[in-house]
């Protein structure tokens, strides 16, 4: 691994590129949450919204923490979405895009895993959603957060489709866990990889095999709290059947999450928290200057 990002002065600390503080399962403990994450050395979340409903939710969550949001509409609420969903995204990208703490299009994208967003007519929605919203964050210049399942090539083809002539993406393929050579290519557009509590299973050989083999410019860290618990927090079908509660991730779970992300890698961990917190900058520019890093992050730039 090269020390292109060894001579970074101050201590960027860990960035969650995708985590849901405004679920359910956190309730009126956001805050609660957030402030043991920043205790534990995340210096900022990112919030994406997954639906026109929660665009307020995570605006107001990102302002009160200094965090960062994402504006969109996720590929599982789709069936849900009202006849003006798509409007009402580019309502409110138009009223706030001048908002520093406003810093993608997201979560967007595909899901082919479960069953019936696979079948017409909610598999053409989902695809006119998700072309819609990539058409939105080039008209704004905005990065694009991911969700992809069963669905690499597929938003992959959407991705390129929507670039005019030579151009890049900015952005996360959140939660990534297709090939090599899907990561390759999507890689090549300009995005970034997201990787988090699922690399943590040792079962997990092939995504482990995959955050080893990619490069480390190319990863980003991430919790999808309170979703993708980590291996310390998941608790087997037994035991759930018997009672006991599935855990519930959380932001603060990020460093040691990174912890385990940096040791698969053979990487000190101060030195992946830094590269990842760089690479999460260049994916989300605006981000820098929620650290207070932008002059660090531009002089290290590749």
């Not at 992946?272 to 605006?286: D, K, S, V, Y």
Request: aromatic share 6%; hydrophobic share 45%; net charge negative.
């Amino acid at each position: 691994m090269g020390n292109w990002f060894m001579s970074v002065e101050c201590d960027l600390g860990w960035v969650d590129t995708h985590c849901h503080l405004d679920a359910a399962e956190f309730g009126q403990h956001a805050a609660r949450e957030r402030q043991r994450a920043a205790q534990a050395g995340v210096r900022c979340c990112v919030l994406p919204a997954v639906s026109v409903q929660t665009f307020d939710a995570v605006r107001r969550l990102a302002h009160a923490h200094g965090d960062g949001y994402c504006l969109g509409v996720h590929p599982l609420y789709v069936a849900d979405a009202a006849d003006d969903a798509l409007a009402c995204l580019e309502r409110a990208l138009q009223q706030h895009i001048d908002d520093p703490h406003l810093l993608a299009v997201g979560e967007i994208g595909l899901d082919f895993f479960v069953p019936e967003l696979c079948r017409e007519p909610l598999r053409a929605k989902q695809i006119a959603f998700f072309k819609a919203q990539l058409a939105l964050a080039r008209r704004f210049d905005l990065p694009v957060v991911l969700h992809s399942r069963r669905a690499e090539d597929a938003v992959h083809a959407h991705l390129r489709a929507a670039l005019p002539g030579a151009g890049r993406w900015r952005g996360i393929a959140h939660a990534f866990s297709g090939s090599q050579q899907q990561a390759a290519s999507i890689v090549a557009l300009g995005m970034k990889l997201g990787f988090g509590g699922a690399a943590t299973f040792e079962r997990a050989t092939r995504l482990r095999s995959l955050l080893r083999a990619v490069d480390v410019h190319s990863i980003v860290v991430e919790t999808d709290a309170p979703d993708i618990a980590p291996q310390w927090l998941y608790v087997q079908a037994h035991a759930r059947e018997s009672g006991q509660a599935q855990g519930v991730n959380s932001p603060s779970e990020l460093p040691r999450i990174g912890a385990v992300l940096a040791s698969l890698r053979d990487t000190p961990v101060d030195e992946f928290a830094r590269a990842t917190c760089i690479n999460a900058c260049e994916a989300l520019p605006r981000l820098a200057a929620l650290l207070g890093t932008a002059g660090a992050v531009a002089q290290h730039a590749h």
